[in-house]
């Protein structure tokens, strides 16, 4: 038995008539299966608890493929993030990408920590579309997979007047270098000051800060990246910033 473990729903979806199968992410033990037997019972005071992003102290019993639900304290249910789309899209987008990231029962306290700070800010930030992409870029830099910003990824050229960004290489390239058979995106200035900003300012600072124009392309650079690098396709489109 694992006792209160904490840990963040990260998918939950229906069992049958009264239960549910989830996953969590729970911050000593790493993601977990999680079996929710009878929560859609009318006397079931647990139905909360397997809410997505929903935050609490779980009491589990280890079985043959999961671990099975026997009580729970909640912590925060985050209700203030499901009152709009564009914050639930990017909380889904973030755990979509742990999911697929981080093999079950592999302890990652530092990206728990970093998901639940995500999920304390999004509700209020300016940006829920940069909250998101801040999110993914220092977790995957977390993992090792920081895109090179600092000079051409190839010949190392730091006086670059006009970048391109190679998903192959991971990073800027000069005018001067190609990548046979790829097609190099064109990387603004714009672009460029924003995922650095992203990636080292903590989450907290970038939900106070306003949207560039670039925001959302600058998420889609970020995911076609993270498909190439990993090997982890992070389907997700936002319409609002």
Known sequence: MITDAQGIVLSGMRYR????ILRVF???YGILPVMAHGVYKKNSNLLSVTEWFAESYFCLDRGRS???LRA???????YALRRDY???QNAQLCALFLLRSIPEEHPQKSLYDLYARLLKTLPGSLSPVQSGTAFLLQAARSMGYQPTL???ASCGNRKIQTMRFSHTLGGILCENCRIAGEYLQPFSK???MNIYTLLREPLESIAQ???PPSAEQDQKLVRTYLASAMGLPIKGRNKRK
């Open 17 to 20: 008539e009264t239960g549910k």
């Open 26 to 28: 729970t911050r000593d």
């Open 66 to 68: 999961f671990y099975y």
């Open 72 to 78: 729970a304290e909640l912590v925060d249910l985050h």
């Open 86 to 88: 564009a914050r639930i």
């Open 150 to 152: 600092y000079a051409c």
């Open 190 to 192: 714009e672009s460029y």
């Open 209 to 211: 800060q306003n949207a």
